[in-house]
């Protein structure tokens, strides 16, 4: 049975998974965000903060402590994707892809032999958020960020998005939530997820006990987010956005080429850019969004 809730506007309970009320009919929350405003959810992680910030200040790190939730604060969502999800949009004006999406576009490869079956857990993941499988397509995922770098494995393009198409409908989760359900499986223990607004507490939470004296800029950039050798060493902070995606929620798009890449298509770049970039830059520019490559 999936979790109950209790409508804002009239009170009576509602399934966890349900997006407008059954009873008086009045949009709701988006099921991530009422799981992250659980008062049990709020509670453990406003514990954990506590006192995550109270070591870090016992071993003289204050300043730091302080310039590690001013960073988390100001951190951005960023997606990242292979240039051909954001060509669907360009010759297809619609909607972003999510992760279905690209399964049914086989954007994505097969499972890995000796890995998590990521299509598999993701569905389990999301039904574990949402209450139920009603909702296992709604979710995009994204990475805090504050040097506008992401995870370097899922594409050569990095998605910005505005905060305030997104803050009201993401919810933030401590690491992979698809790798931390392949480890641990369910249930997932309170603290361990936020609201877009709480962010910070759950980073600092995650990152306290790692920062030092002389912690700087940089190094919480890199304490925030880093891309290991696969996936699976990756160490980031995870956004879930609910609901659809169109160009109109990107801020800026950027797109990285390999070095070599670089250098063998100097002078058509000069000129053009690739056929795929040039349907982005296209797409961007039609939409007001900006965008680079670099």
């Known amino acids: ?28 929350i988006c099921p991530n965000i009422r799981t992250a405003n659980f008062p049990h959810e709020q509670e453990a992680l406003e514990n954990a903060y506590l006192k995550a910030k109270e070591r870090a200040i016992q071993r003289g790190c204050s300043q730091a402590i302080d310039l590690l939730e001013d960073q988390l604060n100001t951190s951005k969502s960023i997606l990242a994707c292979p240039i051909s999800k954001l060509i669907a949009i360009a010759q297809k ?18 499972p890995s032999i000796d890995g998590p079956d990521w299509n598999k857990l993701r569905p389990q993941v999301e ?5 139920s499988h009603k909702n296992i397509d709604q979710l995009h995922y994204a990475c805090l960020s504050t040097n506008r770098t992401s995870l370097s494995h899922y594409g050569e393009c990095r998605i910005i998005l505005r905060d305030h198409m997104i803050e009201h409908r993401s919810s933030v989760f401590m690491e992979n939530s ?15 997820r936020s609201t877009w607004a709480n962010r910070s507490k759950l ?27 696969t996936r699976l060493d990756d160490d ?10 169109t160009i109109h929620t990107f801020e800026r798009v950027i797109i990285t080429q390999k070095p070599e890449e670089r250098l063998s298509r100097k002078r058509k770049r000069e000129l053009r850019g690739t056929a795929g970039e040039q349907s982005v830059k296209d797409l961007c520019n039609e939409a007001g969004v900006d965008w680079e490559i670099s």
Do not use: W
């Not at 790798?179 to 309170?190: A, E, V």
């Not at 004296?213 to 890199?222: G, K, R």
């Open 1 to 28: 049975m999936s979790e109950q809730d209790t409508c804002g506007h009239c009170n009576e309970q509602i399934p966890l998974e349900y997006t407008f009320c059954p009873h008086c009919g009045i949009q709701l």
């Open 93 to 110: 004006p619609g909607t972003f892809a999510n992760y279905y999406d690209l399964m049914s576009l086989q954007f994505l490869g097969p």
């Open 127 to 131: 039904i574990e958020f949402m209450g």
């Open 178 to 192: 698809a790798f931390y359900f392949f480890r641990n499986g369910p249930p997932i223990p309170p603290g361990m």
């Open 203 to 229: 980073g600092t939470v995650k990152l306290a006990d790692k920062i030092t004296v002389s912690t700087t800029v940089e190094d919480i950039a890199t304490l925030i987010l880093r891309s290991g050798e």
């Open 236 to 245: 980031f902070i995870e956004v879930q956005v609910f609901g659809e995606m």
